[in-house]
């Protein structure tokens, strides 16, 4: 992937930089980061994210199943037991229960791997092994002229190394 890949050393350049590139017109920028930042993520206008939402609908359908599955097969298979209800919910909470924390993790694992482009076999040939100790990365993917004044721009929000990639 051609682009311009800026090294920063610090978290206020990096939120810094983020904000004139996106100002400048470069909206598709790959950041690393060594730590979680919730600063890069409004300078990238992430607002929340879509797993909890997943992890509730698996949660729901989990606890729906548990009554179902349970209630069903107290009715196709029923057996009276000193004249109580077929179909009595405090012996089905356990199943319930188990089914909707399966349920819930199972959801949020696919998820967050399908959310996170996950799992990555091969490491992004922009990554630095600096960017997991104490630097921080901004990749700007650019072809032909737009290359060059995204490579001038990098320079100017104080990148301490510029790398151009082809």
Same mark, same amino acid.
């Given at each position: 992937?051609?682009?311009?890949?800026?090294?920063?050393?610090?978290?206020?350049?990096?939120?810094?930089?983020?904000?004139?590139?996106?100002?400048?017109?470069?909206?598709?920028?790959?950041?690393?980061?060594?730590?979680?930042?919730?600063?890069?993520?409004?300078?990238?206008?992430?607002?929340?994210?879509? &797993?909890?939402?997943?992890? %509730?609908?698996?949660?729901? #359908? /989990?606890?729906?199943?548990? =009554?179902? !599955?349970?209630?069903? *097969?107290?009715?196709?298979?029923?057996?009276?037991?000193?004249?109580?209800?077929?179909?009595?919910?405090?012996?089905?909470? &356990?199943?319930?229960?188990? %089914?909707?924390?399966?349920? #819930? /993790?199972?959801?949020?694992? =696919?998820? !967050?791997?399908?959310? *996170?482009?996950?799992?990555?076999?091969?490491?992004?040939?922009?990554?630095?092994?600096?960017?997991?100790?104490?630097?921080?990365?901004?990749?700007?993917?650019?072809?032909?002229?737009?290359? /060059?004044?995204?490579?001038?721009?990098?320079?100017?929000?104080?990148?301490?190394?510029?790398?151009?990639?082809?």
């Amino acid at each position: 992937m051609s682009g311009v890949l800026g090294h920063y050393d610090t978290l206020h350049g990096t939120v810094d930089a983020i904000e004139r590139l996106r100002a400048a017109g470069h909206k598709d920028l790959e950041i690393y980061s060594p730590i979680p930042s919730p600063e890069i993520e409004e300078a990238m206008d992430i607002h929340s994210s879509p &797993v909890g939402l997943w992890a %509730l609908i698996g949660g729901i #359908t /989990g606890c729906t199943t548990g =009554v179902l !599955l349970t209630a069903g *097969t107290s009715l196709g298979y029923p057996l009276v037991t000193q004249g109580k209800p077929m179909v009595s919910l405090p012996p089905f909470v &356990v199943f319930m229960f188990e %089914l909707t924390v399966l349920l #819930t /993790g199972i959801f949020g694992l =696919v998820a !967050l791997l399908v959310h *996170t482009r996950r799992p990555v076999i091969k490491l992004d040939s922009t990554y630095r092994t600096d960017f997991s100790v104490d630097k921080w990365g901004i990749f700007v993917p650019a072809e032909g002229d737009g290359r /060059g004044s995204a490579e001038q721009l990098v320079r100017d929000t104080g990148a301490v190394v510029v790398e151009v990639t082809e």
